[in-house]
C-alpha cells in the first residue's frame, strides 16, 4: 500500500496535469518579433518538434548557435586585407602596406611601402 507521502505526490501531479489541460495554446505569434510556420522549419538542422523532456512536450527545440569566426584571408592577401571579429563590421581593404625589406635612404633605413594598383595615388 502506498504512503501518504505517496498519495499526496500524485494527487498535486494529477491536478499539475489537469491545470495544464485548462490553459489554451497561443495561436498567434506576434509577428514583430519572429513568425515561421511548422512547414517552413522543417529540415532545418538540429531543429526537432514534439520532443518529450522531463515529462514535459515541447513544441519546437532550436540549439543555441555557436559563433563561427570568419575565415582568415590566404598569405597572399593578409597585409592587404584587415578583418574583425564581429560580424557587424565588414573586412576592410588597406590602400598600402610596408614590407620588411626596408633600403637604405641617406643612411637612414625607411620602410618599403606598397601601393595597390587601382588606388589611386
Given at each position: ?47 526537432r ?12 527545440c ?46 637612414i ?12 595615388v
Open positions: 500500500m502506498a504512503s501518504d507521502n505517496e498519495l499526496i505526490v500524485d494527487l498535486l501531479t494529477y491536478i499539475e496535469q489537469v491545470e495544464k489541460l485548462k490553459v489554451k495554446p497561443a495561436f498567434s505569434v506576434p509577428t514583430e518579433y519572429f513568425a515561421a510556420h511548422q512547414h517552413e522549419l522543417k529540415g532545418l538542422p538540429e531543429v518538434f514534439n520532443v518529450q523532456v522531463e515529462g514535459e512536450d515541447v513544441w519546437l532550436v540549439p543555441r548557435l555557436k559563433e563561427i569566426s570568419a575565415p582568415e584571408p590566404d598569405e597572399k592577401h593578409a597585409p592587404w586585407v584587415t578583418v574583425h571579429k564581429t560580424p557587424a563590421k565588414a573586412p576592410e581593404l588597406k590602400p598600402s602596406i610596408e614590407t620588411p625589406t626596408m633600403p637604405m635612404s641617406f643612411g633605413p625607411e620602410p618599403n611601402r606598397q601601393i595597390r594598383p587601382e588606388h589611386p
